[in-house]
Structure formats: structure tokens, C-alpha cells
């Protein structure tokens, strides 16, 4: 007989911090949609990986956040690809500055859509499945969800309703379905660069003294998922101290 291997939905998850979430819940015994929206070249490097470990263990789902129809269509074609569905992380994220005086209504849409929009609507279509399996959401908070970055009003903003979206439906999905969010601090640079004094700056107000790496937040995403079984609404705070001080 088959035994049937719990399932995660990742977006985002083609590179970078999303890609070490899918070969940590892979390595912990997951079946993995990776999803990309123009990644898909190293999407399907990344599923061919993990295939050549465990033949079909993966699927790779390419779509735009911002396309609402594309929203239900990843849980479904999860559903169709793996029959169940047991884990939903809403990794994928937007991040730009938007000064006070600049930012316009696409700026706006396009964080929204991506930090907020797109996880409530995917948490809502997944939730059903979720229920059956006793699954969980995790989702990539922020530490500026809690305290303003400099120019960067509508990304705070926008991790903030993803924070409170948490919460809300730890309450309306319990006791079925348990939903927790992490909150990093520095682990990856951005990938359009920043000045050295910049990082310096960031890392002096760090008690830890050191940026994080994509492996521990996997570690956490893991740990939520399978051994934090009396969490439910909490957020994590992965930040090697920085929120520390104030």
C-alpha cells in the first residue's frame, strides 16, 4: 500500500529564501509545488533536483500573484497533481521604496497585491483541503509589519495587513488548521545590491551580529508546520535580536 506524503504549496520558490524553504520541507518527507512567476528557468532546475532524489516529488506552477484567477488555480492544480494538500507558504513578496510624495496607486497595487492580496485569497482557497489533512499556513512576515522603514511606507503597510490577516484566520480556520507567520530580520541582501555601510549599519544594531541565513528561516517554516502543533496566530520573530532595543 501507499502511504500518501504530506504536500506544500510554496510561492515564491523558485531562488533565494523561498528555494531553501522547498529543499528543507523536501528533505523533512514533503511533496513540493514550487511555484515561480519569472523564474521559471530555475524553477524547473530546482524541481529536476529534488525529482532525482525522489521521482515525482515535485510540480512547478508558474503564475503571476497579481492575476486573481491565477490565486485558486495554484491550489487546484496542486489538488489535481498531488491529491492532498497539507502545508500552504506564502513566501512570495514584493519590496520597493515608496517616499511619501512619490508613491503612486501602482506602487500600492502592486505591494498589496502581492504581501496582502494574494495570501488571504490563496490561505481561502486552500482552506478546505487544509482542514481535511489538519494542515497549517505559514506566512513571510516582516519586522517592519511592527515598527516604519524610512521610504517604505506602503511595504510596512502592506506586511502589516499580512500580520493581521494571520491572526484572523488562526481564529476562523482553528481548530482545523493552525497559522503562524515569520518575521525576518537581515538574512538576504536585496537583489539590486546595498552599500556597505548600509549592511554595517544594519548588522551594528543586531545583537547577534550577523545576518540570518535562508536555511534557519526553512528550519522555522519546518517547525511550524510539523512540531508547532500548539501555535496558532503567532508571529516569529527570526531577527537575531535587531527588534530588541527599539
Same mark, same amino acid.
Given at each position: 500500500?501507499?502511504?500518501?506524503?504530506?504536500?506544500?504549496?510554496?510561492?515564491?520558490?523558485?531562488?533565494?529564501?523561498?528555494?531553501?524553504?522547498?529543499?528543507? /520541507?523536501?528533505?523533512?518527507?514533503?511533496?513540493?509545488?514550487?511555484?515561480?512567476?519569472?523564474?521559471?528557468?530555475?524553477?524547473?532546475?530546482?524541481?529536476?533536483?529534488?525529482?532525482?532524489?525522489?521521482?515525482?516529488?515535485?510540480?512547478? /506552477?508558474?503564475?503571476?500573484?497579481?492575476? %486573481?484567477?491565477?490565486?485558486?488555480?495554484?491550489?487546484?492544480?496542486?489538488?489535481?497533481?498531488?491529491?492532498?494538500?497539507?502545508?500552504?507558504?506564502?513566501?512570495?513578496?514584493? %519590496?520597493?521604496?515608496?517616499?511619501?510624495?512619490?508613491?503612486?496607486?501602482?506602487?500600492?497595487?502592486?505591494?498589496?497585491?502581492?504581501?496582502?492580496?494574494?495570501?488571504? %485569497? /490563496?490561505?481561502?482557497?486552500?482552506?478546505?483541503?487544509?482542514?481535511?489533512?489538519?494542515?497549517? +499556513?505559514?506566512?513571510?512576515?516582516?519586522? $517592519?509589519?511592527?515598527?516604519?522603514?524610512?521610504?517604505?511606507?506602503? $511595504?510596512?503597510?502592506?506586511?502589516?495587513?499580512?500580520?493581521?490577516?494571520?491572526?484572523?484566520?488562526?481564529?476562523? /480556520?482553528?481548530?482545523?488548521?493552525?497559522?503562524?507567520?515569520?518575521?525576518?530580520?537581515?538574512?538576504?541582501?536585496?537583489?539590486?545590491?546595498?552599500?556597505?555601510?548600509?549592511?554595517?549599519?544594519?548588522?551594528?544594531?543586531?545583537?547577534?551580529?550577523?545576518?540570518?541565513?535562508?536555511?534557519? +528561516?526553512?528550519?522555522?517554516?519546518?517547525?511550524?508546520?510539523?512540531?508547532?502543533?500548539?501555535?496558532?496566530?503567532?508571529?516569529?520573530?527570526?531577527?537575531?535580536?535587531?527588534?530588541?532595543?527599539?
Amino acid at each position: 500500500m501507499t502511504i500518501a506524503r504530506p504536500v506544500a504549496l510554496i510561492t515564491g520558490s523558485a531562488r533565494r529564501l523561498g528555494a531553501a524553504i522547498v529543499r528543507r /520541507l523536501h528533505a523533512d518527507g514533503f511533496d513540493v509545488a514550487i511555484h515561480c512567476h519569472a523564474s521559471r528557468d530555475a524553477a524547473d532546475a530546482l524541481a529536476a533536483e529534488l525529482d532525482g532524489a525522489r521521482k515525482g516529488s515535485t510540480l512547478v /506552477l508558474q503564475a503571476d500573484l497579481a492575476q %486573481f484567477d491565477r490565486l485558486p488555480e495554484l491550489i487546484a492544480h496542486t489538488i489535481g497533481r498531488f491529491g492532498r494538500l497539507d502545508a500552504l507558504v506564502n513566501n512570495a513578496s514584493s %519590496f520597493f521604496a515608496t517616499p511619501v510624495g512619490q508613491a503612486t496607486l501602482d506602487q500600492w497595487d502592486a505591494l498589496f497585491n502581492a504581501n496582502a492580496r494574494a495570501p488571504f %485569497f /490563496l490561505s481561502q482557497a486552500a482552506a478546505p483541503h487544509l482542514r481535511m489533512t489538519q494542515g497549517a +499556513i505559514v506566512n513571510m512576515a516582516d519586522i $517592519y509589519a511592527e515598527r516604519p522603514l524610512r521610504s517604505h511606507t506602503l $511595504y510596512g503597510m502592506s506586511k502589516a495587513a499580512l500580520v493581521h490577516m494571520t491572526g484572523a484566520l488562526a481564529l476562523e /480556520l482553528a481548530p482545523q488548521v493552525r497559522v503562524n507567520a515569520i518575521a525576518p530580520g537581515a538574512i538576504l541582501w536585496p537583489d539590486d545590491g546595498k552599500d556597505d555601510a548600509a549592511k554595517q549599519a544594519m548588522l551594528d544594531r543586531t545583537p547577534l551580529h550577523r545576518t540570518g541565513t535562508p536555511e534557519e +528561516i526553512a528550519e522555522t517554516v519546518r517547525w511550524l508546520l510539523r512540531e508547532a502543533t500548539y501555535m496558532t496566530g503567532q508571529v516569529v520573530r527570526l531577527d537575531g535580536g535587531r527588534t530588541l532595543e527599539g
